[in-house]
């Protein structure tokens, strides 16, 4: 194997970005999340370094995150971000630039995209190419997108939800939803705070959802003793937490997603949904991590749903497929729309 990197796929979603590079699996794996002094408008840390700083930086360092809802919101700092990515990945006495695909939402409009591919080239690609996350997640979850029957990939992952059904190489329809893990968090918090009076950061909410959250309420409960700040006395308090209390916190965007599931199956032409009653609609994406969910999906579409090996990793893996047989892919996947 060459000790130069020519090719390096990016999926760079809304809470976490992965890089992959052919023929060594997910390089880089990491929050996007980048940390900048507003003295002198400088950039601090990205990634990991950045997101143990959230919440609790002074006045005059701001961490956010550059993208929102799958889409690029602040361009510097994506910028700063790619070329963070870049540089990790790519050997520093490497003189040649790398070819760089990036995994962006379906519902991307042409102006987000050119914003993409100006980033990821001048972070230093030397070609970028834009491709679309469900299928990237299709190819990902090893479903053979090529073949003519159909199949539904729904991608939960930090910023967005998305659902596509796909057949013969491409997108037949989809949809996506800006309800996704961090609206899953933004619940829980709202939950609790509605419920004991306290409020937690988002790192805890997060930490909950991860640990004992589920979308469907169980009988064996497990729980969960978390810290917070008691909003009447405004001092710290510890409290304990179940799992039907977070799935009752998730029941709302829960009930989003399934809801624009639904509809995308309603619309879906009816050879193609013969073939999904089929084969099950597979999941994939960090949300779909959530205890259960295949379950609550099963349930409420009366389609089996199965959960992808790897689910966090789909969108970058398919990037590996595709940026390995580049020559294949170009025409179908990586239109000049």
Request: with cysteine; net charge positive.
């Amino acid at each position: 194997m060459s000790l130069f990197v020519k090719k390096i796929g990016i999926d760079l979603g809304t809470a976490n970005s992965l890089v992959f590079v052919p023929g060594k699996k997910v390089v880089v794996q990491e929050p996007s999340v980048v940390a900048v002094s507003l003295y002198n408008n400088r950039i601090l840390a990205v990634g990991k370094a950045a997101k143990e700083m959230t919440g609790r930086t002074p006045d005059t360092i701001r961490v956010y995150r550059p993208m929102r809802d799958g889409v690029i919101a602040d361009f510097r700092v994506t910028l700063a971000m790619i070329r963070y990515f870049l540089r990790k990945v790519v050997p520093r006495y490497q003189f040649f630039k790398p070819e760089v695909l990036v995994a962006v939402p379906a519902g991307i409009t042409s102006t987000e995209k050119r914003a993409v591919v100006e980033a990821a080239i001048l972070a230093g690609a030397r070609a970028a190419y834009v491709a679309k996350e469900p299928i990237l997640a299709a190819i990902g979850a090893g479903i053979p997108i090529n073949s003519s029957s159909g199949h539904m990939i729904v991608d939960i992952g930090g910023g967005t939800s998305e659902a596509a059904v796909i057949s013969l190489g491409g997108i037949v329809s989809s949809t996506s939803l800006r309800v996704a893990g961090d609206k899953m968090n933004e619940a829980v918090g709202e939950y609790i705070k509605k419920k004991y009076n306290l409020a937690i950061g988002e790192t805890t909410a997060e930490d909950i959802k991860i640990k004992i959250g589920t979308a469907l309420p169980e009988k064996n409960e497990q729980t969960l003793e978390i810290r917070g700040r008691d909003l009447v006395q405004g001092l710290p308090k510890n409290i304990k937490i179940s799992s039907n209390e977070v799935a009752e916190a998730l029941e709302d965007p829960l009930r989003e997603i399934v809801q624009v599931v639904k509809v995308l199956l309603r619309d879906t032409p009816p050879e193609l949904s013969a073939d999904i009653m089929d084969k099950g609609v597979i999941l994939s994406g960090g949300g779909s991590l959530l205890r259960n969910l295949d379950q609550l999906l099963s349930k409420s579409l009366g389609v089996p749903c199965f959960l992808a090996d790897d689910p966090l990793t789909c969108v970058a893996r398919g990037t590996g497929v595709v940026l390995e047989n580049l020559e294949a892919y170009k025409q179908s996947i990586m239109t000049k729309r």
